[in-house]
T-cell receptor
Framework: AQSVTQLGSHVSVSEGALVLLRCNYS??????LFWYVQYPNQGLQLLLK??????LVKGINGFEAEFKKSETSFHLTKPSAHMSDAAEYFC????????????FGAGTRLAVHP | GAGVSQSPSNKVTEKGKDVELRCDPI?????LYWYRQSLGQGLEFLIY????????KSGLPSDRFSAERTGGSVSTLTIQRTQQEDSAVYLC???????????????FGNGTRLTVT
């Protein structure tokens, strides 16, 4: 069965600092990996995804993530945090072969302080 | 509206009562999902509808939970004899459905916050 573990339910960074949100997955077949973001009082929206091909994927708002099969990881990074990045971030996995269910992690709430 | 619409946005009910939560997906989206978000928990998959296929009900936590999707559009999630542990935010999402989430991102509604007293 597929699962996702997000290390750290809360992360706090200073404005301008590196953002690193950790995600490890478990899957017996090649996974598709996603990061979704939930801004305050808004619905979840797709930030970026890895399906096949290049293992470094870029998303909206300057975020990127790297798929590392050997480490079963898909960590989310951004070189310089903005106040507007404060949100809850969810990592998710879906298996290849057309299966449609997304398995989400518990989420990481990112706080950005001046 | 262009997004997924859920109603009500908040629902407070007494233990033992039945509740119905509604989801209006984006027009043309054939796939519809229900998730539950509890405090400190991730998004827990409940049920998935795709076109006219039989729904994937594998995430429903008990037989008190059921969902239907009429005419391939609006969906209703029903919880019978509510319990306090049912308190959570219930999220609905829709997508175009072709080839699953890898090609068609999920579009989420703002959710229904259910409180069982």
């Amino acid at each position: 069965a597929q699962s996702v573990t997000q290390l750290g339910s809360h992360v706090s960074v200073s404005e301008g600092a590196l953002v690193l949100l950790r995600c490890n997955y478990s899957s017996s077949v090649p996974p598709y990996l996603f990061w979704y973001v939930q801004y305050p009082n808004q619905g979840l929206q797709l930030l970026l995804k890895y399906t096949t091909g290049a293992t470094l994927v870029k998303g909206i708002n300057g975020f990127e993530a790297e798929f590392k099969k050997s480490e079963t990881s898909f960590h989310l990074t951004k070189p310089s945090a903005h106040m507007s990045d404060a949100a809850e971030y969810f990592c998710a996995v879906s298996v290849s072969g057309g299966y449609n269910k997304l398995i989400f992690g518990a989420g990481t709430r990112l706080a950005v302080h001046p | 509206g262009a997004g997924v619409s859920q109603s009500p946005s908040n629902k407070v009910t007494e233990k033992g009562k039945d509740v119905e939560l509604r989801c209006d997906p984006i027009s043309g989206h054939t796939a519809l999902y229900w998730y539950r978000q509890s405090l400190g928990q991730g998004l827990e998959f409940l049920i998935y509808f795709q076109g006219n296929s039989a729904p994937d009900k594998s995430g429903l936590p008990s037989d008190r939970f059921s969902a239907e999707r009429t005419g391939g559009s609006v969906s209703t999630l029903t919880i019978q004899r509510t319990q306090q542990e049912d308190s959570a935010v219930y999220l609905c999402a829709s997508s175009l459905g072709e080839y699953g989430p890898r090609n068609s991102p999920l579009h989420f509604g703002n959710g229904t916050r259910l409180t069982v007293t």
